[in-house]
C-alpha cells in the first residue's frame, strides 16, 4: 500500500514538475533577449552581430513553442534538445559580446 502511494505521489509531482520546465526554457529565452538587448547598448555587438544572434533567438523561439502546441508540455526529449539549443546561444551570444569587435 505505501508503494503504491508512493507512486501516486511521485506521478503526481511529475505532472506538476513538467510545466515548470518549460517556464524555466522560457525564462531563459527572457534573459538571452535581454543579454542581447543589452549587447546592442553597450556597444558589445555589432549590428550584424546582433541580428545573426536575434534571428537564432527567434528561431529557438519558435522551436519552444512547436514543441509545446501538442498538449502544452515538453516531453524529455524535447527539453533535451531546447537545454542543447539554449546551451548553445549562451555560448554564441558570451562569444560575440567579448570578441574586440565593437560598433
Not at 50 to 74: K, N, P, S, T, Y
Amino acid at each position: 500500500m505505501k508503494k503504491h502511494i508512493l507512486a501516486v505521489v511521485m506521478g503526481f509531482g511529475l505532472m506538476v514538475a513538467l510545466p515548470a520546465s518549460a517556464a524555466k526554457a522560457e525564462r531563459r529565452q527572457a534573459t538571452q533577449q535581454a543579454r542581447i538587448i543589452d549587447g546592442v547598448k553597450s556597444g558589445e555587438l555589432t549590428g550584424r552581430e546582433a541580428v545573426r544572434l536575434e534571428r537564432q533567438h527567434h528561431a529557438l523561439q519558435r522551436e519552444l513553442r512547436r514543441a509545446r502546441r501538442d498538449d502544452g508540455r515538453l516531453d524529455a526529449r524535447e527539453r533535451v534538445r531546447i537545454n542543447r539549443e539554449q546551451n548553445r546561444l549562451d555560448r554564441r551570444i558570451a562569444r560575440q559580446k567579448h570578441d574586440a569587435q565593437s560598433r
